[in-house]
């Protein structure tokens, strides 16, 4: 079932993206050759006007094929050159390439306004001024370290724990040192009590079980600050992305980036489906965040992504000519080629973690 959700989550999201690109090439009047879902051999495939839909084998992917995107003599100078990428103007160009972000970013606003509409666990803190609209209050673990004893030993976010404050659990798992502390917590309705045996340097000069609690109710808002509220935690989360993404690559030259938490396509579907078992609205916001991510991580200025072919027409917009189509062609080649070498990295890492653990 697990399998089963994140390829459709994953489905969903491509979609999306690349619906964006499709519908913008088609508004700039560049002709649209392909639009296929998943690589490889073709499922089913039907031609209607110059577009060929697909669906094809391996889902873990999608494109559109743009007439003249990759250009050549034909999408340059052809009979049909009048609609190719390549011969429009380039402000056309950034918005064809753009649109796939964009329709990602804006998908994640729509999933989260339903979220908020069918109710989310939110902070007192964090919504202050909705404390009148919340309801269901208790102590919830939000994050746990991976590899902790909390993890170890079962706990998963969302768990409810038992206990009067979040500053007693932390008294609590402190003063035990390594003598074990019990932990009472409510899932799906059934009480649950474990010993587990905190640790000293997740937390500074504490003992800990690297969970993070928080004091959450669950909030429903009407349409209007539904909308409001989730366009407030999409811009958030894109910023935190993009802040994040930044640290990681900068941390790779100074040696301080943590390699161990990223995570590919195995890891993920783990991940979506500890969140289906929570809630359709944990569903909801874990899938607008791999929806941010994907726009994200597709907006970098790395060749044959998104920001990379958006960084090529910027280049040709400074030096006022075409860059080459051999080099554009062969540099994206490349480029997708390291994309493809890092998932496998990526994604033989998390089999591996899967055995480790």
Same mark, same amino acid.
């Given at each position: 079932?697990?399998?089963?959700?994140? *390829?459709?989550?994953?489905?969903?999201?491509?979609?999306?993206?690349?619906?964006?690109?499709?519908?913008?090439?088609?508004?700039?009047? *560049?002709?649209? @050759?392909?639009?296929?879902?998943?690589?490889?051999?073709?499922?089913?495939? +039907?031609?209607?006007?110059?577009?060929?839909?697909?669906?094809?084998?391996?889902?873990?992917?999608?494109?559109?094929?743009?007439?003249?995107?990759?250009?050549?003599?034909?999408?340059?100078?052809?009979?049909?050159?009048?609609?190719?990428?390549?011969?429009?103007?380039?402000?056309?160009?950034?918005?064809?390439?753009?649109?796939?972000?964009?329709?990602?970013?804006?998908?994640?606003?729509?999933? &989260?306004?339903?979220?908020?509409?069918?109710?989310v666990?939110?902070? +007192?803190?964090?919504?202050?001024?909705?404390?009148?609209?919340?309801?269901?209050?208790h102590?919830?673990?939000t994050? &746990?370290?991976? #590899? #902790?004893?909390?993890?170890?030993a079962?706990?998963?976010?969302? @768990?409810?724990?038992?206990?009067?404050?979040?500053?007693? &659990?932390?008294?609590?798992?402190?003063?035990s040192?390594?003598?074990?502390?019990?932990?009472?917590?409510?899932?799906? !309705?059934?009480?649950?009590?474990?010993?587990?045996?905190?640790?000293?340097?997740?937390?500074?000069?504490?003992?800990? *079980?690297g969970?993070?609690?928080?004091n959450?109710?669950?909030?429903?808002?009407?349409?209007?600050?539904?909308?409001?509220? #989730?366009?407030?935690?999409? &811009?958030?989360?894109?910023?935190?992305?993009?802040?994040?993404?930044? @640290?990681?690559?900068?941390?790779?030259?100074?040696?301080?980036?943590?390699?161990?938490?990223?995570?590919?396509?195995?890891g993920?579907?783990g991940?979506?489906? @500890?969140?289906?078992?929570?809630?359709?609205?944990?569903?909801?916001?874990?899938?607008?965040?791999? #929806?941010?991510?994907? !726009?994200?991580?597709?907006?970098?200025?790395?060749?044959?992504?998104?920001?990379?072919?958006?960084?090529?027409?910027?280049?040709?917009? *400074?030096?006022?000519?075409?860059?080459?189509?051999?080099?554009?062609?062969?540099?994206?080649?490349?480029?997708?080629?390291?994309l493809?070498?890092?998932?496998?990295?990526?994604?033989?890492?998390?089999?591996?973690?899967?055995?480790?653990?």
């Amino acid at each position: 079932m697990t399998v089963i959700i994140f *390829i459709i989550v994953l489905a969903i999201l491509i979609f999306v993206h690349e619906l964006g690109h499709f519908l913008f090439a088609r508004w700039c009047g *560049i002709r649209v @050759d392909e639009f296929a879902l998943g690589f490889g051999p073709k499922i089913f495939s +039907k031609k209607v006007g110059a577009t060929i839909y697909s669906l094809n084998l391996i889902p873990f992917g999608g494109y559109v094929k743009i007439f003249g995107e990759n250009p050549d003599e034909e999408s340059i100078s052809g009979p049909d050159s009048a609609r190719s990428f390549v011969n429009k103007s380039k402000l056309e160009q950034i918005a064809v390439l753009g649109a796939g972000v964009l329709f990602n970013f804006i998908f994640a606003w729509a999933i &989260i306004t339903i979220a908020f509409l069918s109710g989310v666990l939110a902070s +007192k803190d964090s919504y202050p001024q909705y404390t009148d609209r919340m309801e269901n209050s208790h102590i919830a673990i939000t994050f &746990i370290n991976p #590899s #902790s004893p909390a993890e170890k030993a079962g706990l998963k976010p969302g @768990d409810e724990l038992i206990a009067s404050s979040v500053e007693e &659990i932390q008294n609590n798992i402190n003063a035990s040192k390594e003598n074990g502390v019990k932990i009472k917590y409510r899932r799906d !309705g059934e009480e649950i009590e474990k010993s587990i045996i905190a640790e000293k340097g997740i937390v500074e000069d504490k003992y800990a *079980i690297g969970i993070a609690m928080d004091n959450v109710s669950t909030l429903k808002l009407p349409i209007h600050l539904a909308i409001y509220e #989730s366009a407030r935690f999409t &811009i958030h989360i894109i910023s935190a992305t993009f802040v994040g993404i930044w @640290d990681l690559i900068y941390g790779i030259f100074d040696g301080s980036s943590n390699m161990s938490a990223v995570t590919g396509p195995i890891g993920i579907a783990g991940l979506v489906g @500890d969140a289906a078992k929570l809630g359709f609205t944990y569903l909801l916001m874990f899938t607008a965040i791999i #929806s941010i991510n994907l !726009g994200v991580l597709n907006f970098i200025p790395f060749p044959a992504l998104d920001g990379g072919r958006i960084f090529f027409v910027i280049i040709e917009s *400074i030096i006022r000519r075409p860059i080459k189509p051999v080099i554009a062609n062969t540099v994206n080649a490349i480029g997708f080629g390291l994309l493809i070498l890092l998932m496998i990295v990526v994604t033989y890492k998390d089999i591996a973690k899967l055995f480790v653990d």
